[in-house]
């Protein structure tokens, strides 16, 4: 063998050598950098978990408190609970105990109420008598009773709100699922996932509705509990999309793709709504503080010139 050969035999080995090391290396940077994203990912989801941890903490002892008093004092008729209950279900308290929480809560604003009342109408209502104070006190726990359940309607409307403007979104993810093959709940539950960090609100309902899809057989059922508990218009339609799919044995991907479309017309014309209104809206600030200040500047100067031409006469 002459050295030439032997050369290019060794060359030949040393690059083997070479790219087998590149290649390790390039194997070896790519496992530490997995490594390195699944030991952030893991501290990250632990310092969430400690977080809410801490919040649930935090929030433990004043809800155990109007969980007390609500247990003590119930301030709401049988009617009222259940309607309270819905509302609830609706703004996401779906715990058994969040009925007491509300009724301490409405016996906590009561009570705060009357007490405001009493010391910021105690000059007034000294020389009225005892009628006054019993008058007083009465409206006073009645606002006071009041201002939970609007604090709650609010919250439900603004949940409702949420999940009505991600529907169109999700109905999108949903055509391709069920385009991809996946039954309902899997298309639900991947559909969830996917919606969570855009629309939490309407990835909780769902996600709800697919694990109660994985323990209970009457479909039906669990499909109208998604849509009472949200009681949105749109909801209601693909609750019932889906019902009839599965009993006529239709194809569920157009009609859920004329459903988004759909949603997303109805979005839009919500949004022009709302754009509508704002000149009609805006009037009243306008007569109230800009258009005092353009007469001020305007005729100001004028104003002043006069009040210095009869002052001189």
């Given at each position: 063998m002459t050295d030439t050969a032997i050369w290019l035999n060794a060359s030949l080995i040393l690059l083997?050598?070479?790219?087998?090391?590149?290649?390790?290396?390039?194997?070896?940077?790519?496992?530490?950098?997995?490594?390195?994203?699944?030991?952030?990912?893991?501290?990250?989801?632990?310092?969430?978990?400690?977080?809410?941890?801490?919040?649930?903490?935090?929030?433990?002892?004043?809800?155990?408190?109007?969980?007390?008093?609500g247990t003590m004092l119930p301030m709401l008729s049988a009617t009222q609970r259940a309607e309270s209950s819905t509302k609830l279900m609706a703004a996401g308290y779906r715990s058994s105990q969040a009925m007491f929480v509300l009724m301490g809560t409405i016996v906590l604003s009561v009570l705060g109420t009357m007490a405001l009342t009493a010391w910021l109408?105690?000059?007034?209502?000294?020389?009225?008598?005892?009628?006054?104070?019993?008058?007083?006190?009465?409206?006073?726990?009645?606002?006071?009773?009041?201002?939970?359940?609007?604090?709650?309607?609010?919250?439900?409307?603004?949940?409702?709100?949420?999940?009505r403007l991600a529907l169109p979104d999700a109905l999108d993810l949903m055509v391709i699922c069920t385009n991809a093959g996946l039954a309902l709940n899997a298309a639900l539950d991947r559909v969830a996932d996917e919606m969570t960090e855009v629309s939490p609100e309407l990835a909780d309902e769902l996600k709800l509705t697919a694990t109660?899809?994985?323990?209970?057989?009457?479909?039906?059922?669990?499909?109208?509990?998604?849509?009472?508990?949200?009681?949105?218009?749109?909801?209601?339609?693909?609750?019932?999309?889906?019902l009839q799919a599965r009993q006529y044995g239709t194809a569920i991907t157009q009609a859920l793709r004329i459903l988004a479309r759909s949603e997303r017309t109805a979005r839009m014309m919500r949004l022009e709504e709302k754009a509508a209104k704002l000149s009609v809206k805006m009037s009243v600030p306008m007569m109230l503080f800009i258009l005092p200040t353009v007469i001020i500047v305007g005729a100001g100067p004028a104003i002043l010139n006069l009040m210095k031409f009869f002052a001189s006469q």
């Open positions: 083997i050598l070479m790219g087998a090391g590149i290649y390790l290396y390039g194997r070896s940077n790519q496992r530490q950098r997995l490594r390195e994203r699944a030991v952030a990912e893991i501290e990250r989801r632990g310092a969430a978990l400690d977080q809410r941890r801490g919040l649930a903490q935090v929030r433990s002892g004043s809800v155990g408190f109007l969980l007390h008093l109408a105690e000059p007034w209502l000294a020389e009225r008598g005892a009628a006054a104070w019993l008058a007083a006190l009465l409206v006073a726990a009645y606002l006071g009773s009041l201002l939970p359940r609007l604090v709650l309607d609010r919250l439900v409307s603004r949940r409702q709100e949420a999940i109660e899809l994985k323990l209970s057989s009457d479909v039906e059922r669990v499909l109208n509990g998604l849509a009472n508990r949200t009681n949105i218009e749109g909801m209601r339609t693909l609750v019932s999309t889906f």
